[in-house]
């Protein structure tokens, strides 16, 4: 069937990161099935429409999900791009109920979207002034409420967890004396007081703001973005079928440890000490692990958010799927 195409040309309003080589990690045919389970503004999927694949898209967020039911693909007889308003870690269950059991790719990026950093009044930057919200979803518990209610020790905790915070301690006991907050600037603000910042004294030494841990660690507790991460690689794991390629590319070292140690063992096939009696090998989820792929120089010049980006993917084996969905 020949794409329906639009009388405008698709301009995404952010560049995604490594787009070339998730594609070629992909490695879309005519006809494939993928799943981008963080549409975004789209940039994966629209490669792989182009390249002839059907993409199921994913996405909490409704503004993304709002931007890509204009996209054309949806309107054709089948859709080519099907819009999944839910959590990526709910793959499972929503491809069935769309009537597919197996599919030949998944591609995730991880972590917040520039279309979302880049809104003030999604609370997630201190850029400029805005609510201090940074819900992917725009529903549940904000950061504010997170912050404004919480025990000190809590907030402590997923400052030195999600944030690698080392003063974690100092920092959510300003917090706690300066509640309640309730916008981007008063947080950032908290925090630089807290340790000592100022941004006009910055120096070779602290090149980063100290806000950037705080913020990350969060977003990261409220929208739980680990726990999600490592729900939707096992879900990934249920829907690919043997051959099928995941490509999951990351923005910090905690999700990069996650997807790094969780295809460690997934191409692992267990076996034993040849001092003790032979035992059943398990067969290996995954092959053809990539090592860690970086963005180019070039590319860093022309989207500084690809400076931290890391690829890793895999190939699917005919394995059985270690968990239950």
Sequence with gaps: MTPATSTEPFVPPHIPVLLDEVVAALAPQQGDVIIDATFGAGGYTRALLDAGATVHAFDRDPDAIASGAKWPETKEEPPRLVLHPRRFSEMVAAMAEAGVSRVDGVTMDIGVSSMQLDQADRGFAFSSDGPLDMRMSQDGESAADFLNTAEESTIADVLYQYGEERQSRRVARAIVAARPLSTTGDLARVVRKALGYRADAQSKRAPKDPATRSFQAVRIHV??????????????????????????????????????????????????????????????????????????????????????????????????ARVAA
């Design 223 to 320: 929208n739980a973005e680990l726990e999600e991460l490592r729900e939707g690689l096992t879900a990934a794991e249920h829907l690919l079928g043997d051959g099928g390629r995941l490509a999951v590319v990351s923005f910090h070292s905690l999700e990069d440890r996650i997807v790094k140690r969780y295809l460690k063992d997934a191409s692992s096939t267990g076996g034993g000490s040849r001092y003790l009696p032979e035992v059943e090998r398990a067969p290996a989820i995954y092959t053809k692990i990539s090592k860690a792929i970086k963005a180019s120089d070039n590319e860093v010049n022309d989207n500084p958010r690809a400076r931290s980006a890391v690829l890793r993917h895999a190939i699917r084996t005919d394995a059985k």
